[in-house]
């Protein structure tokens, strides 16, 4: 590594040292609201680079990288232009661009002005609006990835249409998936008992929430994982006798903002949305227990699994299990 280089990354890291900080200013509810707004719409980045631009832009209006604007829109980018920092896989960091800060390649000979955001936004809006309702293969997906966290989804409950269901510690199932070419068979480490009369849409945004609940580590991690967690707002039965179900209450609300970022983004037809619910926050909630990072990166894991991106080793299990993690062996398996 030459001293350019060295010194190149270590702007780099100091950057975005400097911004996880700002992060954590994002503890006023109003803050809250602008933010989720924003990452319910930009979905031109994932969740966890929406939280970062707007910390640093919180005028934001839709964020690109310069290819992007070019290739997709053909638009240039400013000379006076602000990047913004974005986290890409392999590589350090990527920059992206607001809207205010490109510019039309090839404007209409009779409309030379500059045109608005909105306007912009209403010859691309088919782009930027997901359709209103469920893709079918969402569903699929969903159950076909669930044994990668050592879930079985027990569809046997029969309550009424409107009830939903819940997850919880549990080896009585069996599990199989393929790893490589190796099939792995094992005990369940979770079972999610969903309603067998509710709809494949009230299904899916069941499994959404109680998925949101494992990510953020308000259930317990069983035995036999390698890297165990802390139950994050344990539940404390004091707190319910005196009326006030606080920690159940912000367990709830993270794993809700999870399942509506997810619906908003998705174009889930959900009929709530993340800033609506977030608005009617329980007072007696403390706004400094709300985990912005952690539920960006549920929003964004849980989409990858839900367009049938999320490979086997990038689940729970083979994170938390070296057994699992061995049955890829083969340099041809690794590949897989």
Same mark, same amino acid.
Not at 77 to 102: E, G, N, Q
Not at 138 to 165: C, E, H
Not at 305 to 329: C, F, N, Y
């Given at each position: 590594?030459?001293?350019?280089?060295?010194?190149?990354?270590?702007?780099?890291?100091?950057?975005?040292?400097?911004?996880?900080?700002? =992060? %954590?200013?994002?503890?006023?509810?109003?803050? @809250?609201? !602008? +933010?989720? #707004?924003?990452?319910?719409?930009?979905? /031109?980045? $994932?969740?966890?680079?929406?939280?970062?631009?707007?910390?640093?832009?919180?005028?934001?209006?839709?964020?690109?990288?310069?290819?992007?604007?070019?290739?997709?829109?053909?638009?240039?980018?400013?000379?006076?232009?602000?990047?913004?920092?974005?986290?890409?896989?392999?590589?350090?960091?990527?920059?992206?661009?607001?809207?205010?800060?490109?510019?039309?390649?090839?404007?209409?000979?009779?409309n030379a002005e500059e045109?608005?955001?909105?306007?912009?936004?209403?010859?691309?809006?088919?782009?930027?609006?997901?359709?209103?309702k469920i893709n079918p293969?969402?569903?699929?997906?969903?159950?076909?990835?669930?044994?990668?966290?050592?879930?079985?989804?027990?569809?046997? =409950? %029969?309550?009424?249409?409107?009830?939903?269901? @819940?997850? !919880? +510690?549990? #080896?009585?199932?069996?599990?199989?998936? /393929?790893? $490589?070419?190796?099939?792995?068979?094992?005990?369940?480490?979770?079972?999610?008992?969903?309603?067998?009369?509710?709809?494949?849409?009230?299904?899916?945004?069941?499994?959404?929430?109680?998925?949101?609940?494992?990510?953020?580590?308000?259930?317990?991690?069983?035995?036999?994982?390698?890297?165990?967690?802390?139950?994050?707002?344990?539940?404390?039965?004091?707190?319910?006798?005196?009326?006030?179900?606080?920690?159940?209450?912000?367990?709830?609300?993270?794993?809700?903002?999870?399942?509506?970022?997810?619906?908003?983004?998705?174009?889930?037809?959900?009929?709530?949305?993340?800033?609506?619910?977030?608005?009617?926050?329980?007072?007696?909630?403390?706004?400094?227990?709300?985990?912005?990072?952690?539920?960006?990166?549920?929003?964004?894991?849980?989409?990858?699994?839900?367009?049938?991106?999320?490979?086997?080793?990038?689940?729970?299990?083979?994170?938390?299990?070296?057994?699992?993690?061995?049955?890829?062996?083969?340099?041809?398996?690794?590949?897989?």
């Amino acid at each position: 590594m030459n001293i350019y280089s060295g010194v190149k990354m270590k702007k780099e890291q100091d950057q975005i040292d400097s911004l996880f900080s700002e =992060i %954590k200013l994002y503890r006023q509810t109003s803050s @809250y609201l !602008q +933010l989720i #707004s924003f990452i319910s719409k930009c979905t /031109t980045l $994932g969740a966890y680079n929406c939280m970062l631009v707007y910390t640093q832009n919180p005028d934001v209006k839709l964020a690109m990288t310069a290819s992007k604007w070019k290739n997709n829109f053909k638009r240039g980018i400013h000379d006076t232009a602000k990047p913004m920092v974005t986290l890409t896989p392999f590589r350090p960091i990527s920059w992206v661009y607001d809207f205010k800060d490109t510019y039309n390649l090839e404007p209409d000979l009779f409309n030379a002005e500059e045109e608005t955001f909105d306007y912009f936004l209403n010859r691309y809006n088919s782009l930027f609006e997901p359709p209103d309702k469920i893709n079918p293969v969402f569903l699929s997906n969903a159950l076909s990835a669930m044994p990668f966290y050592g879930i079985y989804v027990d569809t046997t =409950i %029969k309550d009424a249409p409107t009830s939903g269901g @819940y997850i !919880q +510690l549990s #080896s009585e199932k069996v599990i199989e998936f /393929t790893a $490589g070419k190796k099939t792995i068979t094992r005990k369940s480490s979770y079972i999610i008992r969903i309603n067998q009369r509710a709809s494949d849409e009230a299904q899916l945004m069941t499994i959404i929430h109680e998925l949101g609940h494992l990510l953020m580590h308000h259930v317990a991690p069983p035995s036999d994982f390698e890297n165990k967690w802390e139950i994050r707002l344990p539940h404390h039965p004091l707190i319910d006798l005196i009326g006030v179900p606080a920690n159940k209450n912000m367990r709830e609300t993270e794993a809700e903002i999870i399942k509506e970022l997810v619906c908003s983004r998705l174009g889930i037809n959900d009929h709530h949305n993340a800033v609506f619910y977030l608005a009617g926050y329980n007072d007696f909630l403390d706004m400094n227990e709300l985990n912005i990072e952690m539920i960006c990166k549920a929003v964004d894991e849980i989409e990858r699994i839900l367009k049938g991106k999320l490979k086997w080793r990038d689940g729970l299990l083979a994170k938390q299990i070296s057994e699992i993690r061995r049955a890829v062996t083969s340099p041809q398996e690794k590949q897989e």
